[in-house]
Every structure is written in C-alpha cells, then in structure tokens.
C-alpha cells in the first residue's frame, strides 16, 4: 500500500507529465531520487528511448562528500554527455519531488556545464 507521500508524488508527477513533453531535439531530463542513489535521463518521448543516462550507482562513479555533492557531479556528468550526442537544451522533469535539494543540485550543475532549460 502506497503511503500519502507516495500518492501525493505520483499526483504532481501525473500533473508535471501532462505539460512536460521531450523530442529528439529537445529531450526531457527526467531524475529519480532514492534514499541512498540518484538517476538522471534524457529521454525522447515521442520514440520512446532513453537517449542519455547517468547515475550514482555506475562502477566508475566515485563516492565524495555528501548526497547534495553527489547530485552535483551527476549533473556535470549528464551535462557531458549530452553535449557528446549532440543535445544542447533539455525540459526539466522534476518527477514530482520538490526542486530543493538534491534536485536542485543536479539542476544547477546541469545548468552550469551547459544544459539549457
């Protein structure tokens, strides 16, 4: 059984979703937070693909600092590597969770290393 917090972030993602729309040329930079891990995408929606993805939770990926420093170099890295296929602006699709924190770390240093959106 889902909890009030878990209704209430599905009910603002349902909503954010209905006005959020990526294309190959401008995609949606999609995040999911856990508890410990955080996951970033670009995802075409109109094919159905994910185009570019980034998470806490890859082999190469070095733990430093806290969870806010980590959603931090999860946006540079997002960032690179859709400069690398050749994506420039992104739609921020916050998946419902609150743009503070973690979230607007990952934002912010997208942002930083060239993601405009």
């Known amino acids: 059984m889902a909890t009030k917090k878990e209704i ?3 009910k603002l993602k349902m909503i954010i979703r209905k006005k959020v729309n990526g294309t190959s040329q401008k995609p949606r930079l999609t995040i999911f937070r856990s508890n410990k891990e955080i996951y970033a995408q670009l995802v075409d929606d109109v094919k159905g693909i994910t185009l570019v993805s980034a998470s806490s939770r890859e082999k ?13 170099m999860i946006g540079k890295i997002i960032a690179e590597r859709a400069k690398s296929v050749g994506i420039a602006s992104v739609v921020f699709d916050r998946n419902g969770y609150l743009y503070h924190g973690r979230v607007k770390s990952l ?7 060239g993601l405009k959106f």
């Open 8 to 10: 209430r972030r599905f």
């Open 60 to 72: 190469n990926f070095e733990r430093k600092g806290s969870k806010i420093e980590e959603s931090a």
């Open 107 to 113: 934002a912010d240093a997208a942002r930083e290393a």
